[in-house]
């Protein structure tokens, strides 16, 4: 059986290896990017480049867009707007969920299906067991295409609001982008001493987060729970305050900034001032959705 073609619009490292995943899973595939001599490697492969926006949009029922923005992405497809009509756009380009639901009612103006998409992965992981990529729109379109999508990695539904791929795509990033972050201050505090290095210092940290992690299922499980249930985690708010001013004395002391855990250790002051006593996941969470 024939498999699909499809159009992918965008060549830069991730843009390539989705264009790559779809040339080696055998689908018909049209690339274009506005610096044409990114394709050549593909065209090589057997990719088709397409010259102008409307070549590729035309090229097949399935367009997959990954450049810089949103904003990019709007301009690049407006020229060939009308060409879009009848064929389902495919957006794997980051942005926000408002984003995404603007850009639905774009397409649906111009008579396309439209899926928003967030890929979990980096381009040498594209088409292995690593990567997901997580999808949302309306579940006809993406049912209409899975197939192909899985050529990507796994395909991760995440149900009608075209918002929710982008939503949980930067809702993962943040969690990706504070364990580096965490990464780097722990680093640099271990340093600080003439006889710490990274290397040495990581072989420690891998193992330590890594039975960390295995405590993510029971803190969600508490955040899910009534609130009336009691949570299964639970520290006493002192212990964590103390652990907070612990961890900036030494972080200024190793003439690391210390900005985060003096904002922890504030906000824990002013917990334990309202009369509270316990730290938790549901408190937690409830802070963060009403700080703002």
Not at 11 to 17: H, T
Not at 182 to 209: C, I, K, N, Q, R
């Amino acid at each position: 059986m024939a498999k699909a073609a499809v159009t992918v619009m965008g060549l830069g490292e991730m843009g390539r290896a989705l264009a790559d995943a779809l040339v080696t899973a055998g689908h018909p595939t049209t690339v274009w990017n506005r610096s044409a001599a990114k394709a050549d490697d593909l065209v090589a492969r057997g990719a088709v480049r397409a010259a102008t926006v409307e070549e590729a949009v035309l090229a097949g029922p399935l367009v997959l867009v990954c450049l810089l923005d949103n904003d990019v992405a709007r301009a690049t497809l407006r020229p060939a707007a009308d060409a879009l009509r009848g064929r389902t756009l495919v957006n794997l380009t980051n942005g926000t969920p408002a984003q995404a639901r603007e850009a639905e009612s774009w397409a649906a103006d111009h008579g396309a299906a439209y899926l928003d998409g967030g890929i979990m992965a980096i381009p040498s992981t594209i088409a292995t067991p690593e990567a997901f990529v997580l999808y949302s729109g309306r579940k006809a379109h993406f049912e209409a295409h899975r197939e192909t999508l899985e050529a990507l990695g796994a395909a991760r539904y995440l149900g009608a609001d075209t918002g929710m791929a982008p939503l949980y795509d930067l809702a993962l990033l943040s969690a990706m982008d504070m364990m580096f972050e965490g990464f780097f201050h722990s680093v640099a505090m271990a340093t600080s001493h003439g006889d710490g290095d990274a290397a040495g210092f990581t072989e420690l940290l891998v193992p330590w987060l890594t039975s960390m992690l295995r405590l993510l299922p029971t803190l969600a499980a508490d955040v899910d729970a009534d609130a009336d249930a009691e949570p299964v985690f639970a520290q006493g708010l002192d212990v964590v305050l103390a652990g907070a001013r612990n961890m900036a004395r030494a972080s200024r002391d190793a003439g690391v900034r210390a900005d985060h855990f003096e904002r922890s250790a504030a906000a824990l002051e002013e917990q334990l001032a309202e009369g509270l006593t316990t730290y938790t996941a549901p408190g937690v969470v409830r802070r963060l959705r009403t700080s703002g």
